[in-house]
């Protein structure tokens, strides 16, 4: 539950208190055995890949006339971090925020390095859980390295293929635009969380208009608990998308800021949906709520419509059982069928009021 | 309905997802057949109007003393838009949007050109369906493109007739006029829709305060996505409109921002009006809502009414019904009167204590 | 009903689709038979007041010394406007705003003219109908026209009288000075219909705390209307006086700009009343509501004390009804008084525990 | 109540339509049979206090090395306004301010002189009335004039004693630090206030965590009312605090501006205070309700209960109550006794029930 | 609670009321008998600690050399604040702000001092209980000043200890790093209350969500009125380091501006922490009030069932329970059979009603 997860992460956080500031702590939940790095070096002719096994594999230098990205999944490895830190000239506070599994969406511009921290929604198979994998990005003049927490599934397997079959315009480019697309492919898999999300809204908006059961307001609440969830990731993330397309920088190209101003929109466009599901399931929860009166109210009148005729009728019912010995009706010839009359009278005249009041 | 809508084109788009940024890719639904193209070219002497089967006849150079309007139904044939693209030198990121129909709207203003997007609302004819069509716009110095889904109904048959029979200041204008011409229509047009959107508002007073009971609900919840609906095609219209009119820019003459500040006028007018819309919706989904407590409290009291009568004389006469052998009333020669004197006395205190307690 | 006025003016703008945007149209509803026209033109030592029959009868020349105020009354004889604008030298799109009126409160501060839309309110006498009458005014160097639709009332009367009279300030001044008299008799006229609003809200809370049932419901409903639309006219007017009073211009002499900043504080205290009545009405929806529940819960209480009081003994009486053949209890001498004392324990039993639950 | 407040004060004001802009006219009500006036006059040595009985009192000349400060009790006197205007040179817009007894907090800065509205609000000993009297400054070079309406209670009398105890940087600073003083003096006094609402909050909350049936929801109306008076007196102040401060303006020395910056934070903290009584008051709106709906829970549970377990047992009664010549279970030896035993079974069953319901 | 928390202060505050501007009134609650005072003063190579007893230990001088932490727990011993006031040459405002325990945290940059008030949270072992204690910070060139209210606990000690051990940077840098340590110590406690203030969430969630009956509107309330409370003090906070950090100050180093961004980044986050449990608290608390409808609405229907089944059948027992001499349906041979079938009829007709109702 999207509620869990928020308050877990608060909880490793709260355990680094009372460190120095810049202490390097993992606060995360480790998610592999073993940190996965691979990294790749290409430039429009040729294309290397190569898996990293330990810090000491990290190559002593970065080939100036190429581009390389570093890519590490897993983040528990502190040692292992540190050797990446030493070896690519990263700033310890970098390195205690890619430690630091609960950061929000930001982006920090230094002058020789820009910093970003996003967000790497997935969805699994089966019920609303929304997982949340947090990935840091450190983009230079000719490397990016991006840390993920190692959860399963990677949105930039694709950008890998492009990459290694010379597709589109990624292997002639600088590492800004790598960066760009790296980027690029985590706002675009927001798309099938959204989607997600939606059917799951036409889902409970059916359940409701067709008055099924299907614990609707547990569905109602997890609803809210995602679309917050969502929220909270996409909406920094569009602050600091922003900021790096606008902040003056060296570091990224004017061509690749007209790219990233498209990831922008993009983002913006995820907003709103955002936004617009938020209202519909406002919409959704006061329906599911009028509905529930609406049928309280059914069920009301049927049960004053019984009362309502039956009571007076059991009362004459009742006076006719008593047994004083001088009760002149009881002894008439027509007595029984005159009290039936009376009763059928009194009865027919409650239809009428409750169908002139159209109840009926 | 417009939560549909909104579900399906997420679904589309991320559809497209692994691809490289630029890929060509229609995300709409296929509308037409065939595309149908028509080319309109005008200056104040003469006016020629073609129809463009298919990419070969497009003409292979625009005269640069005439304005000329090439209107595009329907875009899902990607080799048509291409050769359009190509033929007018439209920048491939334009292309990519004109293929993906669930664009917000906007503005984008190029050095040599105006890129926009807008949004065509249709109101079916029974029902609550308000069916949504993109269209968009290129402005060029002496050239205006607009490419539209496709679907039925087209706002710019006026803006041709008056081009046609020369009436206004359209066919003395350039491309820019023309441009506006458009626009205008498209933003005219949101006052069709509102006034349907109002009427339906109105025939929903009238039932909930007449007590009729037509699905009140179900009414109240569409008309809340219809709203949600036309406010997320008007709201950014007008932020584009703003864009374009205030970016310094050469395209737009100065007068022609004139009327375009009209524009973004009665952008503003429609823009308070579902405002107000949504107000009153809400107003009248408290009132629906109160409208029900009030009912419930009446029925409750009915039932509370004859129940409190009732039951208590019931009891009395259960009692007289006992067979004790020895119950000394029963023997009286008055008891079955006396104890019809005292029923009424008790039911006749009731009523009184109801009417002092204005329940009556 | 307010929402009803909303609607009808978007229905006749509608339509207006299709024509080409500088259209001359009359969209209002005609109010009077024949347009009145009043001509005054004063200076400090002379005031000439002339009635306008037709358009022919408009002066071909503005005195340069003078003041000149041309009021028309009654908007939809398209000829007579037009006159009026080849008279006056008024731009096409000034006369299709006069025009349409529907217009919300706005100002256009051109070179040699200020254009500026207002909404005038009036309140009936009975019932809760606030009738909107739109007012457009232009000022430029020496005179000042304005156009009312011609519904009855006229909050210029007071001006008319003060020139007529050569009181204060007016005849002293320029035309911007009358310009500013005029817009001032505008926003001092909302305090009427504001005090009306709050004596309603007055009698409203009265009758909600004295528990009186004056249809409460629609009460409200008709007041959260009745505000929105002093709102929605009285927003826009405050920044259409802002734009007036800062945009540079050498229409609005600098003292004059003193006297529009008193306006303006006038026009905030009206929205500040709007928003603190707005709050009041959803205090006492509040109020309204939490009253009906209470009610219902003692409604509830009242019927669940008798019946679980008498229901338990009617059970018993009826067991000492049923006709089986041996039945001790029956025989026994003191039977019915035994039974009769055990019912009066349980009942008692029974109010002591209401007693304690606090429920009596 | 808040409510008739606000509204009687627009109903003066509403009388004043139709009169010349800068006509003086008192619209307020008039509290004193005679307005009240003094006047201190003071440097570092010596201190001078006079009461004014009429117009013709007033010093010709105001020391040039003195601080003079006039307060005035009561404006109803429009001539004697009209002098004091005339004696210290106040513009007529300042006197027309003066007699509006409903203008909102403002400043207004001029080179002379810096005009400010304030709010005193006082709580009457008993009940929930906060009552509001208006407070106007002049500040000039070497004068303050203070304008009360001459409700019972003044703020100021505490400033009056340091002066004459030459206590405190009063008797040494300019006339600027005596216009702090005095304006300190205001602010300081909301924190009375806002202690008793808070009081009154905290009572609320005990009435309704201890189930008091206090009339809470006319509590909880006056209380909305009240906080909404107070922040209706509060925002605006700070705004014109704010103002003042800011605004280049020789009156007010940089000294006094940094003691202006203390008054605005106390400000500050009062709004904040005041937000969070309306979020508390909120959450105890919601408190109430939800126990009111709890305890119909409640309520209806017992009712239920009792009904379903004898409403079936009285039927079986009914039956074996039947006078049916044939019913060949009356005649069984332990019919009675069996029926008894079934009775039971049921009864217990049903009690079983609603355990396992988790109902009792 | 929360509440009284909050009116407590404002209660002290108002009996200040009255007196000069400047004057030095403790206006919160004493906690210890005396204040407890620790002077640290360190460099690089060395670290001496004493503890002042008296006003009069004060050390005349302040090293040039060394950085001097003065830590004061408990304020009220107004003279010892003003011997410290004097002797580091404090502004009396400050000294007035350090005695008055309820501001609002707030940073004030001088020209030689850095004025900063903060405020410390812990939360009680048992109960719901959150203390707030207000901090002080005076930043100088070469000193730092630090007043507590000395309420128990003290989040220093580990900067204090780090200081002992030379760990970290501290021993090495200036007074602006230790003030940016014992900030960053007080902004990451915090993350310790939104863990406590998240698991009681979640508590509250499984709670409702498995129908426990903990007393849940309480809960609720009191989570309210926490949350409140933490964002009263956090959103302050980060106004108040965002103004440190931005303000053009030569107390405050470049490097330790960057390490103060970080701090910031922490209070944004927690901001975004407690924003997202507001939304979830608000989530909760429609599901615990749509839970109780629903619940009533399932003990409505089954009311509604039992009623509207037996009393029908016992209206048809109480006929044939009266006494009248002429019933021939009593004589029948299977008069009761008959009954009894027609009866079990209407029974099953009424549940077979209920089932496509889907009641049952």
């Known amino acids: 539950m999207a509620l869990k997860y928020s308050t877990t992460n608060k909880k490793r956080k709260a355990s680094k208190r009372g460190l120095p500031p810049e202490s ?27 898996r990293i096994g330990s810090a000491s594999d990290l190559p002593p230098q970065i080939a100036e006339d190429k581009v390389t990205w570093l890519n590490m999944d897993g983040v528990h490895d502190i040692t292992f971090i540190e050797a990446v830190g030493k070896n690519f000239g990263l700033h310890p506070l970098i390195l205690e925020d890619v430690l630091d599994t609960s950061q929000r969406p930001k982006a920090e511009v230094y002058d020789d390095v820009v910093f970003f921290v996003a967000r790497m929604l997935s969805h699994s198979e089966t019920g609303h859980v929304i997982s949340v994998e947090q990935v840091c990005f450190v983009l230079s003049k000719n490397f990016v390295i991006t840390f993920q927490e190692g959860k399963q599934g990677d949105v930039f397997e694709e950008v890998r293929e492009r990459l290694r079959r010379s597709k589109g315009k990624s292997r002639k480019s600088k590492a800004d635009y790598l960066f760009y697309e790296l980027l690029d492919a985590i706002v675009d898999n927001y798309f099938v969380i959204l989607e997600k999300v939606g059917n799951e809204l036409e889902e409970l908006e059916d359940d409701i208009l067709k008055n099924k059961k299907n614990a609707v307001l547990h569905e109602l609440h997890n609803l809210k608990s995602e679309i917050l969830l969502v929220r909270k990731s996409i909406w920094p993330l569009r602050d600091a998308l922003t900021k790096t397309e606008r902040e003056e920088n060296s570091l990224i190209s004017k061509s690749t800021r007209i790219y990233l101003r498209d990831t922008i929109d993009h983002a913006i466009q995820e907003i709103e949906t955002i936004e617009t599901y938020r209202d519909l399931l406002a919409s959704l929860q006061d329906l599911y709520l009028s509905t529930l009166s609406n049928k309280m109210n059914e ?48 009865g027919g005249g409650m239809l009428k009021y409750f169908r002139v009041k159209k109840w009926l």
């Open 299 to 346: 069920v009301m009148k049927l049960l004053t419509i019984i009362t309502t005729i039956f009571i007076p009728l059991s009362f004459i019912a009742g006076v006719y059982g008593m047994n004083f010995k001088h009760m002149p009706e009881l002894e008439w010839q027509y007595g029984y069928f005159l009290i039936l009359f009376i009763m059928l009278v009194i």
């Open 24 to 50: 390097l702590v993992f606060t995360g939940e480790k998610m592999l055995a073993e940190p996965v790095v691979s990294l790749i070096s290409f430039n429009e002719q040729e294309l290397e890949e190569i």
